[in-house]
Structures are given as C-alpha cells and as structure tokens.
C-alpha cells in the first residue's frame, strides 16, 4: 500500500470531535491542606522542604550544611549569598555551582513541580547544571493543580520557562530509580 493511500485512510477515518467540558476544575484543597499536600508530593518524588520563617534561616541552612569554598549563588536579595549577575552569555560559568537558590513564581501541589523563568534563574542552564537547587517558595503561591497554573500561565509573559519537580530522575539504567541523573542531585524548598 502506498504512503498516500494510507495517510488518505488515516484522514479519512478520524473520529468525531467533543467538546471538552466547559468546567475541568478538580475538588481543590486549601489552606494548610493545600500546603500538606504539595509537601507529600514533593517528599515523593525526592525533593525535600524546610519550612521557615525568614530568610536568614536559609543562610544558616546554608552555612550549617555547605563548606566555604563551595560555590553557592542566590538570585534573592535578602540573602547573603545573592550575586547580582548581569546577563551572562557563557553558560559554561555556572559549571561549578554547588548549591543554586531561586525564586520560582508558583508551584503546584499536584505534582510538587514549581514553576520558573529564565529571568528568575540568571541564565536556563543554572537550575539543571548545579549539584543542588533550592527554591523560595512563599505558600500563598502554592496552586492545586495544572489547570489554575496554566490559567496563570496564560497571564504571563516570557520567553523560557520551565517545570522543575524533585531531584534530576531517571528509571532507565538496569530498571532502577537513579537520583541526580541528568541534573541537580537534590532539591530543596524553602517554605516562607
């Protein structure tokens, strides 16, 4: 059979089209409720969340847990560690980041990813080449689920922005669960 007769059949043999239901909103936690259940899904898949109540606590966080010599860059200004990096064009400068903190602009508690752009993370390649990422993440910006954070997605303007959930994954090698694969070995979330 030829490549035109089977695209013709494959064309012809489409099924009806449906309209998707006016309203896809899922039951929704909120509140604590909401909090809990981000914190769940994030624990699950390998991330980990420290609940503070200021942003020095991070800096001790940090100074309990990294050495000196560690190269650790913050976007957040209040931190001690924040560098003011003009827009860098040679990612390979960030190769040695040991520790990576962001602010994402929202995070979902269906799938514990938190949502960034390029101009929260100083170049796209920071979140996925530091040995350890960490976000400041402030409750009031957790949403239940995809649907709210594509209809907040929907407001926004930028030009590269990506979903970060958990540690770097992958299942692939020998069928067994590999943290750190391809990315930041681990993940943290500072809870403002």
């Not at 606590?57 to 847990?65: A, F, L, M, T």
């Not at 980041?97 to 390649?125: C, Y």
Request: charged share 25%; net charge negative; glycine share 4%.
């Amino acid at each position: 059979m030829s490549r035109e007769k089977i695209l013709s059949a494959v064309l012809n043999n489409q099924p009806e089209r449906q309209e998707l239901p006016a309203d896809l909103k899922f039951k929704s936690s909120e509140g604590e409720e909401l909090i809990e259940g981000f914190v769940n899904v994030l624990t699950l898949i390998g991330g980990k969340v420290i609940r503070i109540k200021c942003i020095e606590e991070i800096d001790k966080y940090i100074s309990d847990h990294y050495k000196p010599t560690d190269r650790i860059i913050s976007t957040i200004p209040e931190s001690a560690y924040y560098i003011d990096f003009p827009k860098p064009d040679d990612p390979h400068q960030f190769k040695d980041i040991e520790l990576a903190i962001l602010k994402p602009h929202f995070a979902v508690a269906e799938n514990g990813a938190v949502w960034i752009t390029e101009d929260r993370m100083v170049n796209r390649v920071v979140p996925f080449i530091c040995q350890h990422l960490a976000v400041l993440l402030e409750t009031q910006n957790i949403l239940a689920d995809m649907h709210e954070a594509y209809e907040k997605l929907e407001l926004m303007d930028y030009d590269f922005g990506t979903f970060i959930a958990g540690p770097s994954k992958t299942a692939d090698i020998e069928q067994s669960l590999v943290i750190g694969a391809h990315g930041a070995r681990s993940m943290t979330i500072f809870l403002l």
